[in-house]
């Protein structure tokens, strides 16, 4: 079982090196913007200073005085002066006015003098340029400038620029598996300043895997999976400038008889060679005798580092290795390093890694799930967000928990609306109190004895008192809807003090609460749709290969995912062995993950971990193309296949 991730798509640095300081590509195109202006004022002062010599008076030896050395040897001297003056003149147009225009300022003179104090800045900087430049532009000459000329320019600028790009891919954490061993790819790519991919110095590129303390675990490191081919491992070494430089396929061997095959020396005194053993060779100055193979008999040379092992090219600018991690490994941090030489320059990178027990993995994911709610209230976090959110919707619903089952049944139909009806009512309910306010505590008390000195005394205050009572109290009150009015003012008085039971229990701002709530539930509908494609591949034989396209039937619904797992299953059949390659066109090109020699007894799942997919046929569409190879069976299988992950923008047609 193996478990392969590949490298992001990396891009090459803007940044080129311009005559040893880093600019950019419009820096240069800037810098030779200025040069080619500063020319052109030259040549503009050089057609003054003709104009001017033109104008020379007829008796010039009579001007000139006595010559400096003779005449011959002044005419001689001028005449080197007005070759040089001519070389340049023979390249002014024939009507230098009408090429030049009228100025944009006062005159000639000022725009020139607004160009100089530009130059002058420029100056300033270029001041600081190497002492050489003038010999980067020595092949510009002849009649002005010209296509060719500039062409030079740009290849001596590119002669000295550093153009190169690294980028390596390391699984960052590598899972000791249960039983035997597992691998894990390493890949590396090298660009030049324009992107493309480019070979190091003699084609090698070395990598080794280093722990904390510095034990090495190249043994580890293997040119093909499945532990089958181990790295080839390599020595750097320091030897005094040969006459006859040792070249590919010579064969050395020290003191000790370890013999050291010469892969090439990347600059004139280091020796990069392959050795063999158990034991690293440690020569710190000493003498390689040459047994076969074109160089110097003998050699005086010195190991500077033999911990390398050399990655394997699987393309021009691409190199891989496979570190395989077994089940007796132990977990530790460990730096996988990267060197290789560029144009003689030794070049060095650093990527990390983790080796860690499936174990520690689980424990892990188990103690994130595990945690309390109460252990995630720090303010503004998902966790604290989470914890307040349950609160809100524990508080509402207590008051909807008192709720009736059915509020509207209980309600029932208003007249107007339930408020209405209430205030209708409230407004009866205070003009009958206003008269019975007035009605003894205790009626029949006071009917038995009269309060005054008699009963129709009594009769009489009750009916001063009633004077203000309507003429017909029943029309008033109407008809009850239940046994009485009593018995209607109680009805509403009970669902009064339900519905005030249930208000009291709202928040103050209840729209608040309400749309806090909404702002929480529009969060989660925000997340990334999610991409879960199955499909089942049709039948393939012992030794034959078919693509399984999941499309959008299948339930693929991106041109763009990241992808995170990948479940493999045998649907019909009785394949032992068998080879899964993801891949992004429909050709079967374009592999993106490989999972070799699967068999029965192999887990149906593996992590990719977090990946780009990216459809890159023709037309870009909703596809996903599984390349299977039946390597070992005793008829046909058919074979399912499942992808899961997140989708992503589609990319451009």
């Known amino acids: 079982m193996a478990r392969i991730t590949s490298p992001a798509n990396a891009s090459s640095s803007d940044v080129i090196f311009f005559i040893g300081q880093p600019v950019s590509g419009k820096d240069v195109q800037n810098r030779l913007t200025d040069l080619f202006t500063n020319v ?24 000139l005085g006595t010559p400096v050395t003779s005449v011959s040897a002044d005419i001689a001297a001028l005449n080197t002066i007005d070759l040089a003056i001519k070389t340049k003149t023979d390249n002014l147009p024939a009507n230098t006015s009408t090429v030049l225009g009228s100025p944009a300022g006062a005159s000639i003179s000022a725009d020139i003098a607004t160009a100089q104090t530009a130059i002058s800045a420029i100056k300033t900087k270029t001041d600081n340029l190497p002492s050489n430049t003038v010999s980067q532009f ?9 296509s060719e000329s500039l062409k030079s320019i740009s290849d001596k600028i590119f002669s000295i620029q550093n153009n190169t790009a690294f980028t390596a891919s390391v699984v960052p954490e590598m899972v000791i598996p249960a039983s035997l061993n597992e691998d894990n790819i390493i890949l590396i790519n090298d660009y030049d300043g324009l992107g493309h991919l480019q070979d190091p110095d003699l084609n090698i590129s070395l990598t080794k895997v280093v722990a904390a303390d510095g034990t090495l675990f190249n043994q580890n490191l293997f040119s093909a999976n499945s532990r089958t081919t181990a790295a080839t491992k390599i020595t750097i070494a320091t030897i005094t400038a040969p006459s006859i430089a040792p070249t590919a396929g010579a064969v050395y061997k020290d003191s000790a008889n370890t013999q050291f095959t010469v892969i090439g020396m990347p600059n004139t005194t280091t020796l990069v060679a392959s050795w063999t053993g158990a034991t690293a060779p440690v020569l710190g100055s000493g ?30 600018g691409q190199y891989q290795l496979f570190y395989n991690v077994q089940s007796t490994d132990v977990e530790q941090n460990v730096a996988v390093r990267f060197a290789y030489f560029d144009s003689g320059t030794w070049k060095a990178y650093d990527r990390s890694s983790s080796i860690l027990s499936l174990q520690s993995v689980t424990t892990t994911a188990g103690a994130v799930w595990d945690q309390t ?16 959110t349950n609160t809100k919707v524990g508080a509402i ?27 209708t009512a409230q407004t009866a309910i205070t003009a009958i109190k206003a008269k019975t306010d007035n009605m003894p505590a205790n009626l029949s008390t006071t009917l038995g004895s009269p309060a005054g000195a008699s009963v129709s005394a009594d009769i009489s205050a009750i009916a001063a008192r009633t004077n203000n009572l309507p003429s017909n109290t029943s029309t008033v009150l109407g008809t009850p809807a239940g046994a009485s009015v009593s018995a209607d003012v109680a009805a509403v008085k009970s669902d009064t003090s339900a519905i005030k039971t249930k208000t009291d229990n709202m928040p103050a701002n209840l729209a608040s609460t309400l749309s806090t709530l909404q702002s929480s539930v529009s969060a989660i509908a925000t997340l990334p749709e999610m991409v879960i494609a199955v ?8 030794g034959a290969t078919v693509i399984l396209d999941l499309n959008a039937a299948a339930g693929f619904n991106a041109q763009k995912a990241q992808l995170t797992d990948m479940l493999l299953t045998i649907a019909s059949g009785a394949s032992s062995d068998y080879t899964v390659t993801l891949c992004e066109k429909s050709d079967g090109t374009k592999p ?3 999972v070799s020699n699967i068999v029965p007894t192999d887990a149906s799942q593996f992590d990719l971990g977090v990946r780009s997919f990216r459809n890159q046929d023709a037309s870009p569409g909703n596809h996903a193309y599984v390349k299977i190879t039946n390597n070992t069976d005793v008829g046909s299988s058919t074979f399912t296949v499942e992808l899961r992950g997140q989708k992503m923008a589609d990319v451009a047609a």
Do not use: E
């Not at 709610?373 to 307040?388: E, L, P, R």
């Not at 499909?535 to 012992?542: K, M, P």
């Open 138 to 146: 020595t092949d510009i000459k002849g009649a002005g400038w010209t």
């Open 397 to 423: 619903k207590t008051k909807t928990d008192n709720l009736p089952a059915n509020t509207s049944s209980v309600l029932g139909t208003p007249s107007v609306s339930i408020s209405a009806d209430i205030a």
């Open 592 to 594: 993106l993950y490989t």
């Open 40 to 63: 052109a004022a030259v040549k503009s002062d050089t057609s003054a200073i003709k104009t001017k010599t033109d104008n020379l008076p007829a008796n010039t030896a009579t001007i």
């Open 535 to 542: 499909g089942t591949s049709t039948a393939c034989a012992q």
């Open 287 to 316: 003498t390689l005798t040459k047994n076969s193979g074109t160089g110097d008999s003998t050699l005086t040379a010195s190991v500077v580092d033999s911990s390398w092992v050399k990655m394997l090219r699987s393309n021009v």
């Open 373 to 388: 709610t109460g252990s995630h209230a720090t303010a503004g976090t998902f966790g604290a967000q989470d914890s307040d």
